[in-house]
């Protein structure tokens, strides 16, 4: 798909502040420092459209993106562990999960996931989570480039395995670096392909 504009339209701290409009939306998400506003750049081909590594209080909001007039790519807020006096929380913005079981313009999520690492629980909570919504979602493997092709490949397959019980085994994942700027027309696709399905 050819990027013809790529608009920042709003940012928005609740559901009822989101964009009213009929236009079709696909979100991404993953853990804080996955790489998701560099990825947003590279679909979008701008230098900053998505500022990369934003301060704390902007990455608690869902930031909306208008694509050639057409679809929207919403950009949601990571997701980490809070670190409370005894343990480790889960910590996940409320909003995030008002958003992806209810928007109804949002036909699927891209969820983000760090090809450097083993399969990380939080990111395993959040799969499993998010199969319980129902909602369509893909996987994406980012930073590609920063090891082998064979590394990267073996780690998405140990993820996919810990994941097993919540994907569809033949659904398509996605590979990408946006620093070699790799994987880049296949996510576009997958993603025209969610907004016109
Ligand atoms: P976000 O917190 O998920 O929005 O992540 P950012 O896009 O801000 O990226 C976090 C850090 O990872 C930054 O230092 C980026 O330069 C770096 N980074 C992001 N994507 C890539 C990538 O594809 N390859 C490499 N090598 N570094 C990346």
């Known amino acids: 798909m050819k990027i013809r504009s790529a608009k920042f339209i709003t940012s928005a701290t609740k559901l009822d502040a989101c964009p009213q409009w009929e236009v079709p939306e696909v979100a991404l998400i993953g853990r804080s420092n996955v790489g998701k506003s560099s990825l947003i750049n590279l679909l979008t081909n701008q230098k900053s459209l998505a500022k990369v590594s934003a301060t704390p209080g902007k990455t608690r909001m869902l930031n909306f993106f208008l694509i050639n007039e057409e679809w929207s790519l919403v950009d949601l807020p990571g997701y980490g562990f809070a670190k409370t006096a005894k ?111």
């Not at 998405?156 to 790799?182: C, H, M, N, Q, R």
């Open 87 to 197: 343990h480790e929380k889960f910590d996940f913005n409320l909003l995030v999960g008002d958003f992806i079981e209810r928007r109804d313009n949002l036909k699927r999520v891209f969820v983000l996931i760090d090809s450097r690492h083993d399969p990380q629980r939080i990111d395993l909570d959040f799969v499993a989570w998010l199969h319980g919504t129902g909602r369509p979602f893909s996987l994406v493997f980012t930073k590609a480039d920063k090891q082998s092709p064979t590394r990267t490949r073996a780690n998405a397959a140990g993820f996919l395995e810990a994941v097993t019980p919540w994907i569809d085994p033949f659904a398509e994942t996605y590979t990408t670096s946006a620093t070699a700027k790799t994987g880049r027309l296949e996510l576009l696709g997958a993603m025209r392909q969610s907004v016109t399905a």
